[in-house]
T-cell receptor, first 114, second 114 residues
Framework: DGGITQSPKYLFRKEGQNVTLSCEQN?????MYWYRQDPGQGLRLIYY???????QKGDIAEGYSVSREKKESFPLTVTSAQKNPTAFYLC?????????????FGQGTRLTVV | AQTVTQSQPEMSVQEAETVTLSCTYD???????LFWYKQPPSRQMILVIR??????QNATENRFSVNFQKAAKSFSLKISDSQLGDTAMYFC???????????FGAGTTVTVRA
């Protein structure tokens, strides 16, 4: 079955460490997204990518980095520069139909700084 | 920059009654796409309804309908005959046609009471 997979489901990070969240899709979608979800603040866009080897900053990109070396993969690295990384992270993909198709979401990764 | 505003953090409705969620947005684009997504306690995002800005007719999906007022930049969601399974957080989303940026509002938590 086609879908979008995030791993791990839960992730614990020590202060000062970088961690990478995985997002893989087998839907052959062009565009991929990373969102952060905090209580009361909805989904805030971190980074998005329209095509391979290209990506754009979202609204809260500071302290995060991404890569898009393959169409199906869009990993997110939370760096030590992100001062408050504890949150729920969602990855999404869209076929690229300019709003004509829905976004598909992964199950999310809960990141906790310990 | 596009912004999406949901001014109702929480709404409560009796089973079988109707509830309306508000959403306003700001954009300089003339054509764009608007969405409502549902996030139940499982946290899996589900598309509820989609509206294309150049279509004047309001979208409808079973018990869900929208009131799209382009001049006012308003996009409200009406849930009719509310069911217990409608209990979830609802997000309004905007996608412009200049790029693939998909922005969400802060969300409205809807609780359906038996």
């Amino acid at each position: 079955d086609g879908g979008i997979t995030q791993s791990p489901k839960y992730l614990f990070r020590k202060e000062g460490q970088n961690v990478t969240l995985s997002c893989e899709q087998n839907l052959n979608h062009d565009a991929m997204y990373w969102y952060r979800q905090d209580p009361g603040q909805g989904l805030r866009l971190i980074y998005y990518s329209q095509i391979v080897n290209d990506f754009q900053k979202g609204d809260i990109a500071e302290g995060y980095s991404v890569s898009r070396e393959k169409k199906e993969s869009f990993p997110l690295t939370v760096t030590s520069a992100q001062k408050n990384p504890t949150a729920f992270y969602l990855c999404a993909s869209i076929e690229g139909g300019r709003g004509k198709t829905e976004a598909f979401f992964g199950q999310g990764t809960r990141l906790t700084v310990v | 920059a596009q912004t999406v505003t949901q001014s109702q953090p929480e709404m409560s409705v009796q089973e079988a009654e109707t509830v309306t969620l508000s959403c306003t947005y700001d954009t300089s684009e003339s054509n764009y796409y608007l969405f409502w997504y549902k996030q139940p306690p499982s946290r899996q995002m589900i598309l509820v309804i989609r509206q294309e800005a150049y279509k004047q007719q309001n979208a409808t999906e079973n018990r869900f309908s929208v009131n799209f007022q382009k001049a006012a930049k308003s996009f409200s969601l009406k849930i009719s005959d509310s069911q217990l399974g409608d209990t979830a957080m609802y997000f309004c989303a905007f996608e412009g046609t200049n790029d693939y940026k998909l922005s969400f509002g802060a969300g409205t938590t809807v609780t359906v009471r038996a």
